[in-house]
């Protein structure tokens, strides 16, 4: 703990010097306090996360309405600027800590088989806590969508929202008819990399595959990892957001405000929301909203307040004596998420002709004595993420007359898709955090590996030089759910994650592993003298190592979530009774009343979530006022 206290000083305090006016009190958002709140306003947004700020920011634009924005947790730290410490608040008071219901068939080796799920507690949501990731997903995911039967969410209709909010800053990109400048949302590159990465990416070139934008239709290529930063360092949503605009008149910020149902009224037939309860402290307030209600709480908690609300599946409601508003057999199905894996651990050497002065790859060692993290703190290495350094996406279909081991020369540093031609089910992660030689930090603190299990995937390979994979599956079958599990706001619902529960699932996950294995044979990777981790976990152990069938095992033990939960809130039409919103996102049988956040997503989108995420609220801001376009 003290050398994690020594390093977080040595940074903040760097971050400091460099960013002061940036940091200034002035440009931070400040709470509207409790006394100044209203008793009604047009708009009431639960949820101060990506979809929340966004809401808030557009929606306050226009003078004549009053906007009220309700989040949980407090202000975003300083801390949580600094890319290199993005792990430093998993498991704080700045998480909501979730956990999956107790498995048997996966996160076998966590600690009472319970994923952990981390979600932001803190204005800004989870983009205060993620990786900071700007992906926007496959053509196909909106095309998807829209064939589904949501008009409006094709590809083609969906992309302005992505450039509304942009203010691309790599100087290649921003003459790309798929980006844009001069929006809230600033996106970068990271301004550090570890050597190894370039390293890596020589080997991408080498075999003729395009540095290129992995956020246009086709996603095919590689590139160093963009981001939501600014300046290098961490742009959330509330920075984004919420901080150019916090001092409207017109707009209230209430933090520590837990909500604890939407009020709705029946009028005849009609069932209308018309205000919120909210908790701050002891007390208990009621606000109204003379326009509408918009749940912006997130795919885990959207759906946990409409059921406490009176709307979800009826005998779930029944069982706890909850009064039914609308039943809603879909609030809480569809349960979507990116499953992932830990422990693919490679040892690896730096090249006999490196003459860097920086550290090759990242070793906890670097961050015993004050002088050594000093030294990165020079090379301002905080700048780095340490989990994916670059990413990419390329299809080997499109290779049939490059032998296999050398088509994955490709992986480097960054991310593998692999599935059809056009639309990609496997995401392979290189990162230089690595149980190994993170000191735990990753793995056995913030994941929750069981001790045996850590101390068998390290035994005898404890800070040697190494890389690790991190394959992904972006495209799952597989559905959970979540309901609530007492009336008390305050309580975890329960959330089962059913991950690999279609054997195509685990399958692909299995391929995927043995494609991220095969690496170690390229040319490249030879020239890194590169080993595959010579441990196999307990529970594995007999089985032949590697081979698919010791993959599908290792995915059942080493079991993680790349937080990327969705789906829960299913948009669709009414005709599809578990739908839970319309295309326009509201409440079927609710009026004034929508979801706006990832809990709409039918299906999850390929990759990361936080950039869709602001699309959604794009759009969804959009639609509220051509909504309310004939009464201003």
Known sequence: MRLRQLVILILAVSNKICRSSLLDDEIRV??????????????????????G????????????????????????????????????????SYDWRFKTEPAHDYCKALKNRECSWPRGKVLGGS?????????????????????????????????????????MRIKEYQDSPYHSTGGYLTVERFHYHFPVTEYFLKAVTEMGYNIT???????????????????????????????PV?????????????????????????????????????????????????????????PQLLMRSGIGPRDHLDQLNISLIHDAPGVGQNLQDHVSLVGLIYLLSPPEDYEGDEPFVFNVRLLTNFTAVTEL?????????????????????????INLALALMFLTSSTLLYANETYPDIQITFSVAVPNTDGGIFERKDVGILDDYFMADIKNIEFHNSYALFPTLIRPRSRGYMKLRTTEPDDSPIFVANYL???????????????????????????????????????CSSLKYPSLDYWRCLARYFTTTFYHMCGTCMMGPASNNMSVVDARLRVHGVSRLRVIDTSIMPTISSGNTNAPTIMIAEKGADMIKEDWQSNP
């Open 127 to 167: 983009s205060v806590l993620n990786y900071m990731m700007y992906i926007r997903g496959n053509k196909h995911d909106y095309d998807g969508w829209a064939q589904l039967g949501n008009p409006g969410w094709d590809y083609e209709s969906v992309l302005p929202y992505f450039k509304k909010s942009e203010d």
């Open 501 to 539: 529960t279609d054997p195509h699932d685990l399958d692909v996950l299995a391929e995927g592993m043995q494609i991220a294995d095969n690496i170690m044979n390229t040319p490249a990777m030879r020239k890194l003298k590169v080993q595959r981790n010579p441990n196999k976990i307990p529970g």
């Open 53 to 92: 700020s966004v809401l808030a920011n557009r929606l306050s634009e226009n003078g004549n309405w009053t906007v009220l924005l309700l989040e949980a947790g407090k202000n975003e730290p300083y801390v949580s600027e600094i890319p290199i410490l993005m792990l430093n608040l998993l498991g704080s």
């Open 377 to 401: 703190v020079e090379h301002k290495a905080w700048f780095t993420n340490l989990i994916t350094e670059s990413t990419g996406f390329r299809y080997l279909d499109s290779l049939p007359n």
């Open 213 to 243: 934008d992995v956020n246009r239709p086709t996603q095919t290529g590689f590139a160093y990892t963009t981001g939501t930063l600014r300046d290098g360092f961490r742009c959330s949503a509330s920075k984004a957001f919420l901080q």
């Open 246 to 302: 916090w001092k409207r008149d017109n707009l209230h910020i209430i933090l520590e405000a837990l909500v604890e149902k939407v009020l709705i009224r029946e009028d005849g037939e009609s069932k209308i929301a018309h205000g919120v309860q909210f908790r701050s402290g002891l007390k208990r307030y009621t606000v109204k909203a003379d326009r509408e209600v918009i749940l912006s709480a997130g795919s885990l908690q959207s």
């Open 30 to 51: 400040v709470p509207t306090p409790l006394s100044s709140l209203r008793s009604n306003y047009d708009f009431i947004i639960v949820g101060g996360g990506s979809a």
